[in-house]
């Protein structure tokens, strides 16, 4: 298995609380991204990135951000959370385009 | 819209029998395609891919066709197993430079019965 650990695995928060959600690997690796599952949409991609300090927008981004200060570290940022950000997330990672992903087991994140 | 779509929210087939799951697209720029497969409570795991170059890709009990002229994907498991029971993602992967995204399929949920 890619080595990849997501934290926390699960969350029970409240609408309007600041939540970061923790993404490590160990295969330095330089893609990581972040998705969220949720029933009949699939995984949607929010932010990848591309090298430290490098990040940018995927097709969900409003209401999150990134940050990358290690390889080894991808952090999502909800700041202010809403219940429609209640979802399952995901963390993934590639050597390079080319190689296909490899996701970590996921952080169920519930907004109440 | 939904680039990726897999029409079949599930299927189920019996143990032994051929499975086969399918996937529709919209963009003529995605130059590779993936299957991922997912278990309850654990994360999506690589299963196969195929280039665009190319219409068809073997993995032992797995395979892959692509019909660029129709849109469309599809991956075969013979013979099914009750431990592929699991839902399963198509991806595509749009030429776009450097970046590795992925556009994901809905999902589909294959039950085989013993």
């Known amino acids: 298995d890619a080595g990849i650990t997501q934290s926390p695995r699960h969350k029970v928060t409240e609408t309007g609380t600041p939540v970061t959600l923790r993404c490590h690997q160990t295969e330095n690796h330089r893609y990581m991204y972040w998705y969220r599952q949720d029933p009949g949409h699939g995984l949607r991609l929010i932010h990848y990135?591309?090298?430290?300090?490098?990040?940018d927008k995927g097709e969900v981004s409003d209401g999150y951000s990134v940050s990358r200060s290690k390889t080894e570290d991808f952090l999502l940022t909800l700041e202010s959370a809403t219940s429609s950000q209640t979802s399952v997330y995901f963390c993934?990672?590639?050597?390079?385009?080319?190689?296909?992903?490899?996701f970590g087991d996921g952080t169920r994140l519930s907004i109440l | 819209d939904q680039q990726v779509k897999q029409n079949s929210p599930s299927l189920s087939v019996q143990e032994g029998r051929i499975s086969i799951l399918n996937c529709d697209y919209t963009?003529?720029?995605?130059?590779?395609f993936l299957w991922y497969k997912k278990y309850p409570a654990e994360g999506p795991t690589f299963l196969i891919s195929?280039?665009?170059?190319?219409d068809k890709n073997e993995d032992g009990r797995f395979t892959v066709f692509l019909n660029k002229s129709a849109k469309h994907l599809s991956l075969h498991i013979v013979p099914s197993q009750p431990g592929d029971s699991a839902v399963y993602f198509c991806?595509?992967?749009?030429?776009?430079?450097?970046?590795?995204?992925?556009?994901f399929g809905q999902g589909t949920t294959l039950q085989v019965k013993p």
């Open positions: 993934a990672i590639s050597g390079s385009e080319g190689q296909p992903q490899h």
């Open positions: 195929i280039s665009s170059i190319k």
């Open positions: 990135s591309y090298g430290v300090k490098d990040t």
């Open positions: 991806a595509a992967r749009p030429f776009s430079g450097n970046t590795g995204k992925l556009i």
């Open positions: 963009n003529s720029m995605f130059d590779y």
